[in-house]
């Protein structure tokens, strides 16, 4: 049988988090974790959801104030159902959405011409002419969204 709580070295060892970034989140106030009599921290399993979680969407660019409102809905002291965690990914469904398609983007579409202004490919010649992306809007405007005028 598994054990219900972990120490931190056991945390580490299983999320691969340094036992310093461990203890980042937990003053960020990301994670909690109780004391044993001789004030050793003691983490929840639910802990390793949670930091799987919090490295995933920094992976994706997210920041840890980002991270912190959308976990502040999750309850501190127990572990969070599936209903709650659902709650939080549907929060974050559009944003994460409008990551994919910009990554989508950059993905399919960076040896194309971008709109960003440079006008440096041989592309740009045909798909933004004189810089008339510019008209769209500041930033690359395909890469955006918008489509080079027909
Ligand atoms: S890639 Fe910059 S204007 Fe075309």
Not at 20 to 35: K, N, P, Q, V
Not at 134 to 148: E, F, I, Q, V
Request: hydrophobic fraction near 40%.
């Amino acid at each position: 049988m598994l054990d219900t709580e972990l120490a931190i070295g056991e945390v580490s060892e299983r999320s691969g988090l340094a036992v310093s970034a461990i203890r980042f989140y937990e003053d960020r106030g990301l994670i909690t974790s109780d004391r044993t009599a001789g004030g050793q921290r003691r983490f929840r399993r639910d802990v390793l959801r949670r930091l799987a979680f919090i490295q995933a969407a920094q992976r994706v660019g997210l920041t840890l104030d980002d991270i912190g409102a959308a976990m502040a809905g999750l309850p501190a002291d127990s572990g969070p159902t599936g209903p709650q965690w659902k709650e939080l990914s549907a929060a974050w469904r559009p944003m994460l959405d409008e990551r994919i398609a910009l990554l989508e983007a950059l993905r399919d579409q960076l040896d194309h011409c971008i709109g960003c202004g440079c006008l440096s490919l041989e592309r740009c010649r045909l798909n933004n002419p004189g810089d008339r992306a510019a008209g769209l809007g500041a930033g690359p405007r395909y890469l955006l969204g918008d489509h080079p005028p027909a």
